[in-house]
């Protein structure tokens, strides 16, 4: 089996790996619950190896990691090395850590395939500390600046707040300033999920799938790993709950019953 076999032609064969779930934020509108105090859930380095050679095999053209904070973990870096070496791989990121050893060592394991995609909700302290907390924007705008120096692809990632909905073009014109061109910057709205008590309500039931996985098994779509998104407890074989998201698909198709939206 293969993910051309799909029946949708708007599925995104893409794997999502939630490498663990603290991080050294607590941004407010976090769909995962992170935070300094948030148990880890740590995937392990041989399961996300694992789950990237698998995905690798059946067809899958990208692999992102995301979490919590991934460059929390010791494992990251060997992780991403093995990933890159195979597919495109994107690493999410506040780029708040990444200094001196930890900047170090992700170059090291720097090549073509391997991009980091930070977080970035305004062009100013303000529209990005609301929801983040004080100090972060220019922690990330150094720690961005930090990443280019080195040569590293950067992309941006903007959730559309009612802090700064009515200013995104300032935002745009800031990563412009970077040096970051438009098509390496993305926008999408708040969800409803984890912290955020705002926002759209999203759900298997009308999101384009993107198989994602963490230590409890496989789920739906990375916006939210919450047992109603769940696929499979089991991550092993891959194969199996990329074909019950097949068979999900087909249903969803046959009966018309909902319009899929794509939410990264």
């Given at each position: ?44 380095l041989a399961n996300a190896k ?62 073509e395939n391997l991009i980091l ?148």
């Amino acid at each position: 089996m293969t993910p051309n076999s799909c029946a949708s032609p708007a599925f995104p064969w893409k794997l999502w790996l939630y490498t663990n779930y603290d991080c050294n934020l607590r941004c407010s509108y976090c769909v995962a619950k992170s935070s300094p105090n948030t148990p880890r859930r740590m995937l392990g380095l041989a399961n996300a190896k694992r789950l990237v050679s698998e995905a690798v095999e059946l067809g899958f053209s990208e692999v992102f990691f995301t979490g919590g904070e991934p460059f929390i973990l010791n494992d990251i870096y060997e992780m991403l090395r093995f990933s890159s070496a195979l597919v495109q791989t994107t690493v999410l990121t506040n780029a708040m850590l990444l200094r001196n050893a930890r900047l170090d060592q992700v170059c090291e394991i720097a090549n073509e395939n391997l991009i980091l995609q930070v977080s970035l909700d305004g062009g100013n302290a303000e529209e990005h500390d609301h929801y983040r907390g004080r100090g972060s924007w220019e922690k990330t705008v150094e720690g961005i600046r930090l990443l280019q120096e080195r040569g590293f692809r950067v992309r941006l990632s903007t959730t559309e707040t009612p802090v700064n909905t009515h200013r995104l073009e300032q935002v745009c014109a800031f990563h412009r300033s970077l040096g970051i061109p438009d098509e390496d910057h993305f926008v999408r709205p708040l969800a409803k999920r984890g912290y955020s008590k705002e926002g759209l309500e999203l759900s298997a039931a009308n999101l384009i799938p993107e198989v994602t996985a963490n230590i409890d098994g496989i789920f739906w779509h990375p916006l939210s790993t919450d047992l109603d998104m769940q696929v499979s407890r089991s991550l092993f074989p891959l194969a199996d709950s990329v074909q019950r998201i097949q068979d999900q698909l087909e249903v969803i198709a046959q009966t018309g019953e909902s319009a899929l939206t794509a939410f990264t």
